[in-house]
């Protein structure tokens, strides 16, 4: 069974194979008419420009952060210098996950319009299968990148360092996952809302005209901010999420790899999440061959359908795969663990993450009571639109902790820890499907706003119109999914610090951990200041340039004349005026609004990254493993409340907006675009944009990253066992020194040894209990190990 893992990277390869075919279908569609080329290609050099920009910097962190990583691996027993290389190679492919993304998108988004042109089946079918080039790229990019390194490390170079070291080693790769996640997200969270805020304000309410209008300077800028920040940040985020499970519960399933229960298969606990994961990338694969909607048709149920499918078929196929990679019933310490109690762990992440998706697009959704809420109390202006925002956002916090909570302690009870690391497993097992799913809708968006600027035919931006509305949705269940895998995440690497750290309780009466309880608790506070900072600074820049243009571009200001004259319907404007308008066609200086947004978001995206890197170093190398461990438990808990309130604030501020833009009756008098009431919910919005897309989701990361950074130096700061009652150091100079017993396990040579008692107990067919007790003695030398029978 041991080689299952050489069949792993096949998989990953599989999946990139499948990328490789949709992109080529998705380049063969036609672009459509030469202005529709012609944004196009301003959104893509846009998202491009802004990729190249934040790589370069990026990359000198990824250069500095690896050196840093060799000299800390080279000097530590439980660690290799080659820690720094799983850094660079995880960093390289989650970049090289955000650009395939990218790249797609800005090549779909055009097409899609196009086929908007024919039909609603054939936009959705173009879009969607942009959205799950993204989606199985971050997959296969995850799973061919771990099952790769655990091959050349535990099989080629790393034969005799032990699976401790081979997976302290590998545990580089997350954190270099982690580190472009955030600096993507929040890089691309600056960006878009940036752009967002100028081409709102401005566009929207001192022009008073509409967002997508090819007459608004910011609106390029805008639609590469969806790329930048809904595909390539969204797509690192998962990816981070898809991973750092993945490894926590490999560090986790180490524990096991000594017990005679596993046989033959020692590494089954450590191999089942890279099987389950690699596993969904087929699931996903054949999700997407359901993805179907007639004319006039719910696109949203067809990509339900294709959830529903591969969701199905990945429980059917979890039960196979851990009866095949676990022992029936085992036990450690006075744990017992039935490999039907781990499937039910997987079944409650599954659960949970679908839970959450379901109470966010409640209090988020279109037509919903809170939505209509804040509808309502737009009416008396901004300020009770802002306050009832706020207040819906607070209240929806409550269900999702309670799913999450209850998802913790069942997965606990079926499996102990492992069991809450493989609920994450479970959560993200079909992340390729999720994420085309949600990758979807830039993709729709972006159409939509092509459609508008090129001023094709209503019937078009009817049908993009169609298929934004179910991207909404999908965003907002793909923040809650988000938001749950990232706890779940972030609980699993924080138990597999505990275990690398060889911290067995945390104790909040000592000071130390009550001190990092509190640090922990206010830098999600702090981290979100930072990033909703950064985006006002921005937005200034942003709105600025866009006035100036408005108001020293003759070609502007004279059209916005006229569309104001005639309330956004040239249709009733004069010959004379119709053809002053058109000479405004293309003055709009796109580029330095482009430019403004990728300068300001690389500049501002530093301090908060710094922040999440450095603040668990520092507190885990002068505090202590216990001090970094109450960090750890205070950043986790207030970072998740405080990301599930901010996305589902800012969620249900924008579809309040975009409720009053279609038309709503409050009090028996309607209001719709352009009256006082629209004007308010525009500034809530507003202020809920950076809430939703720039700091709410790199919490998500911010507190995954921190878990990972502690992982990765949880060698350097572990607690000195030497007085455990469990485990003690023995200095044996030679194995042949010491006298085996019965069912001892010891290696072939026994410098540095290490002796470790482990007592089981279980229940015998006449209900008798036996207690067994075996002595393993671990060569940290050699890996060979030989099993006494006498």
């Not at 294709?306 to 039960?319: C, N």
């Not at 079926?414 to 085309?436: C, H």
């Not at 469990?726 to 026994?750: F, L, Q, S």
């Amino acid at each position: 069974m041991d080689n299952l893992i050489y069949f792993l990277p096949l998989l990953g390869i599989i999946g990139l194979i499948f990328t490789f075919f949709k992109t080529s279908w998705v380049n063969k569609q036609e672009v459509g008419t030469s202005k529709m080329r012609k944004i196009s290609t301003y959104i893509a050099n846009g998202a491009m420009s802004f990729l190249k920009a934040e790589y370069k910097i990026l990359a000198i962190f990824v250069a500095a952060v690896s050196v840093l990583l060799f000299f800390k691996g080279a000097n530590e027993e439980s660690s290799n210098a080659f820690v720094a290389f799983s850094f660079i190679v995880g960093a390289f492919f989650s970049g090289l996950a955000g650009y395939l993304g990218m790249q797609i998108a800005t090549k779909a988004n055009v097409r899609t319009t196009n086929a908007a042109r024919t039909s609603l089946n054939k936009a959705l079918q173009v879009a969607f299968s942009g959205g799950a080039v993204m989606g199985l790229s971050v997959v296969s990019l995850g799973v061919l990148g771990l099952s790769l390194l655990f091959l050349i490390y535990h099989y080629i170079i790393g034969v005799d360092w032990g699976i401790a070291t081979v997976l302290n080693v590998i545990s580089g790769f997350s954190l270099g996952a982690s580190s472009i996640a955030l600096f993507a997200r929040v890089g691309g969270g600056i960006y878009t809302k940036a752009a967002d805020v100028g081409a709102d304000l401005v566009g929207k309410v001192e022009a008073g005209i509409p967002e997508d209008h090819p007459l608004n300077p910011a609106t390029i800028a805008d639609n590469v901010g969806d790329n930048v920040g809904d595909v390539a940040g969204m797509g690192a985020d998962l990816f981070e999420s898809f991973v750092g499970s993945i490894i926590a519960t490999m560090v986790l399933g180490a524990s096991f790899v000594a017990l005679t229960e596993f046989g033959d298969f020692e590494l089954g606990a450590v191999l089942l999440p890279l099987a389950l994961a690699a596993v969904g990338i087929i699931t996903s694969i054949i999700g997407t061959f359901f993805v179907n909607a007639k004319e006039g048709s719910d696109p949203q149920k067809a990509l339900n359908m294709a959830e529903f499918i591969s969701a199905g078929i990945m429980i059917v196929a979890t039960y196979f795969i851990i009866d095949a990679f676990l022992p029936d019933v085992w036990t450690l310490g006075s744990k017992i663990y039935t490999s039907l109690g781990v499937f039910w762990a997987t079944i409650v992440g599954l659960i949970a993450g679908l839970g959450v998706g379901k109470i966010t697009e409640y209090y988020t959704g279109t037509g919903s009571k809170p939505v209509n809420s804040i509808v309502e109390k737009s009416v008396t202006g901004s300020a009770t639109n802002i306050i009832e925002g706020i207040s819906i956002g607070m209240q929806s916090t409550a269900i999702p902790i309670l799913i999450i909570a209850t998802s913790i302690l069942l997965a606990h009870y079926f499996a102990g820890l492992y069991g809450i690391a493989i609920a994450a497993v479970g959560m993200l097992a079909n992340t390729g499907i999720q994420l085309a799913v949600d990758a979807y809708g830039p993709i729709a968006d972006n159409a939509g706003g092509i459609a508008e600027m090129t001023e094709l035919e209503p019937e078009v931006r009817e049908r993009t119109d169609k298929l934004d509305a179910v991207g909404n949705t999908t965003a907002a269940i793909g923040k809650g999914f988000a938001i749950a895998s990232a706890a779940l995440t972030a609980l699993a690497l924080f138990a597999a610090f505990m275990q690398q750290a060889n911290i067995t309780s945390i104790d909040i009466a000592l000071p130390t951990v009550m001190a990092g309880l509190f640090v922990g608790g206010m830098l999600p506070f702090l981290f979100s200041s930072l990033s909703m900072g950064a985006v006002g600074e921005a937005a200034m820049e942003m709105i600025e340039e866009v006035r100036r243009q408005f108001k020293n571009i003759p070609e502007l200001k004279r059209a916005l004349e006229i569309m104001k004259k005639y309330d956004s319907n040239i249709s009733n404007a004069t010959e004379e005026e119709k053809a002053e308008f058109e000479k405004a066609d293309g003055k709009a200086e796109y580029d330095k609004c482009v430019d403004i947004a990728t300068k300001a978001s690389i500049k501002r995206m530093v301090l908060p990254g710094l922040l999440a890197i450095l603040t668990p170093t520092l507190v885990g190398y002068i505090g202590g493993a216990e001090m970094l461990g109450g960090l750890l438990a205070g950043v986790t808990v207030t970072g998740v409340l405080m990301a599930i309130f901010q996305s589902n604030s800012g969620g249900a501020w924008d579809n309040a907006k975009k409720t009053i833009e279609e038309g709503v009756i409050v009090n028996g008098i309607e209001y719709g675009k352009g009256s006082d009431v629209h004007k308010a919910s525009v500034v809530g919005d507003t202020v809920g944009d950076p809430f939703k897309d720039t700091s709410g989701p790199s919490l998500n990361i911010l507190l995954k990253l921190m878990s990972v950074v502690a992982l990765v130096i949880a060698p350097s700061i572990a607690m000195n066992l030497e007085n455990s009652e469990d485990i003690k150091k023995d200095k044996i100079e030679n194995v042949k020194n010491y006298t085996p017993k019965k069912n001892d396990i010891i290696t072939t040579k026994g410098r540095k040894s290490v002796t470790t008692t482990i007592t089981t107990t279980e229940i015998n067919d006449d209900g008798e209990t036996i207690t067994t007790t075996k002595t393993v003695v671990k060569d940290k030398g050699e890996n060979k190990k030989l099993k006494i029978k006498k």
